[in-house]
């Protein structure tokens, strides 16, 4: 009885281990500043009366998880670009935007929702980041809302990336 068990939880162990999301392998190394905020988080921001703009607080209350990791380290850096795009075929998001300029390089990339206007994921790629040759940042956002919200998301947590996903405007109906 006791093989058997041992059996199950070494043949379980994997499974487990992939519960976590596919960039938790960057929160907590020492080459990777990292920002996590949870769903519970965005629910104690939105009940809190805020000065904030109503766009803002409507938006948080639909976000379930926001994730940020930068690096300058370019092992780290080369690791989380094969990481984003194996998750970005594993998870079928589509390409919303990509910019090469000069020494950047920006992905942005989602998982559509229940119309055209609503996402369900939304990933940012970026290598050189604010103007840093060596600077890589990997965002994910996951909950239900509109593209055309997150700006004021980016504004008021002066997030990383913050400009190129200004750009992106989903078609409003």
Do not use: C, W
């Not at 059996?7 to 976590?20: C, D, G, K, N, R």
């Not at 999301?21 to 080459?31: C, R």
């Not at 400009?163 to 409003?172: A, G, T």
């Amino acid at each position: 009885m006791k093989k058997l068990i041992i059996v199950i939880a070494i043949a379980l162990a994997p499974v487990l281990s992939f519960a976590q999301g596919p960039f938790d392998k960057f929160d907590g190394n020492d080459e990777v500043t990292s920002v996590v905020v949870t769903k519970k988080m965005f629910q104690m921001m939105g009940n809190v009366k805020h000065q904030e703009s109503q766009e803002f607080l409507n938006l948080i209350k639909k976000l379930n998880n926001l994730r940020v990791f930068t690096t300058q380290n370019k092992a780290v850096a080369a690791d989380m670009r094969n990481v984003a795009n194996a998750y970005i075929k594993s998870a079928g998001l589509e390409e919303l935007l990509r910019v090469n300029d000069k020494n950047q390089n920006v992905r942005i990339m989602v998982k559509s929702g229940a119309t055209e206007t609503r996402v369900k994921e939304l990933l940012m790629f970026i290598e050189g980041a604010n103007g840093k040759a060596q600077e890589t940042v990997l965002l994910s956002l996951t909950g239900d809302f509109d593209l055309n919200e997150v700006s004021a998301l980016t504004e008021k947590m002066n997030l990383p990336g913050g400009k190129e996903l200004n750009k992106v405007k989903s078609p409003k109906k």
